[in-house]
T-cell receptor, first 113, second 114 residues
């Protein structure tokens, strides 16, 4: 079945450091890919998405490119801020999974000043 | 729109009691999802509805769990009887038709069963 694997955390960085959170997926068909972010005590919010191969999603300085050849959707940011501290979830939908989002286990990011 | 609204935000109950979690989706959204979040298992899809009809409930862990959507603006997730291992954060989310559309999440209900 469809699944998402993302790097385990926590990831601890200093402010202005470069961030990469790896995400790979297994899916039949042509899924859409998402990154969601969860701040403490809140629900998940969409950060960015890509709906077809080679699409790049971007938002708030974060980027991720849908790589069908490597089945990956790695999240990157060139310069993190303390306010980026949160849990990040990679997810997919579509294909065999239908409309429901299937999530990875989440990666906790902690940024210190 | 106020977004997806869940109630209560926190629930503490004793083992064996019935628990009912509530969700109001965003008006006009025709998909509604229930997820459970734990440290061990992450975010698990429990069940989802399309136009008030349950489409996939394969994630519901046991018969103690049931979910209903009597109309387009309300859904419940019920646990009866509750057990300590049901302690988790339960999220409701809604979206418009289409597998590449964004799902909007409520703030969750933190359930503690003692």
């Amino acid at each position: 079945g469809n699944s998402v694997t993302q790097m385990e955390g926590p990831v601890t960085l200093s402010e202005e450091a470069f961030l990469t959170i790896n995400c790979t997926y297994t899916a039949t068909g042509y899924p859409s890919l998402f990154w969601y972010v969860q701040y403490p005590g809140e629900g998940l919010q969409l950060l960015l998405k890509a709906t077809k191969a080679d699409d790049k999603g971007s938002n708030k300085g974060f980027e991720a490119t849908y790589r069908k050849e490597t089945t990956s959707f790695h999240l990157e940011k060139g310069s993190v801020q303390v306010s980026d501290s949160a849990v990040y979830f990679c997810a997919l939908t579509g294909g065999q999974a239908g409309t429901a989002l299937i999530f990875g286990k989440g990666t906790t990011l902690s940024v210190s000043s | 729109d106020a977004g997806v609204i869940q109630s209560p935000r926190h629930e503490v109950t004793e083992m064996g009691q019935e628990v009912t979690l509530r969700c109001k989706p965003i008006s006009g959204h025709d998909y509604l999802f229930w997820y459970r979040q734990t440290m061990m298992r992450g975010l698990e899809l429990l069940i989802y509805f399309n136009n008030n009809v349950p489409i996939d409930d394969s994630g519901m862990p046991e018969d103690r769990f049931s979910a209903k959507m009597p109309n387009a603006s309300f859904s419940t997730l019920k646990i009866q009887p509750s057990e300590p291992r049901d302690s988790a954060v339960y999220f409701c989310a809604s979206s418009l038709w289409g597998s590449n559309t964004e799902a909007f999440f409520g703030q969750g209900t933190r359930l503690t069963v003692v």
